[in-house]
């Protein structure tokens, strides 16, 4: 069984910074990708960033230059550093594990139960 738990979520305000975390848990796979998600309200949820089992990261563009992902690998933790916060970046936060063999990620997401980012202008 693949757990998945994000934490760190909260309120702040624009131009402030906050960091999430993703711990994925349970002996199913020994590597994993993970990758983090938003849904603002209203709207379909979008990818954030991403880092595969070969710890190769990726930040997509909506979030480039303000936000970083970092992983703990021992204990299969992946960092979500958001600054410059904006409006807009209010969402609800998920953080996504996929069994990994390194470059590759098998199709099965393990979702965790979000986490609430408000930015307050």
């Known amino acids: 069984q693949v757990r998945v738990v994000e934490s760190g979520g909260g309120s702040v305000q624009a131009g402030g910074s906050l960091r999430l975390s993703c711990t994925v848990s349970?002996?199913?796979?020994?590597?994993?990708?993970i990758a983090w998600f938003r849904q603002a309200p209203g709207k379909e949820r979008e990818g954030v960033a991403a880092?595969?089992?070969?710890?190769?990261?990726s930040v997509l563009d909506p979030v480039k230059g303000r936000f970083t992902v970092s992983q703990d690998s021992a204990k299969n933790t992946l960092f979500l550093q958001m600054n410059s916060l904006k409006p807009e970046d209010t969402a609800i936060y998920y953080c996504?594990?996929?069994?990994?063999?390194?470059?590759?990620?098998?199709?099965?997401?393990?979702w965790g139960q979000g986490t609430q980012v408000t930015v307050s202008s």
């Open positions: 996504a594990a996929q069994g990994s063999t390194g470059a590759y990620c098998y199709e099965t997401k393990y």
């Open positions: 880092i595969d089992g070969n710890g190769r990261t």
């Open positions: 349970g002996h199913t796979y020994s590597r994993y990708c």
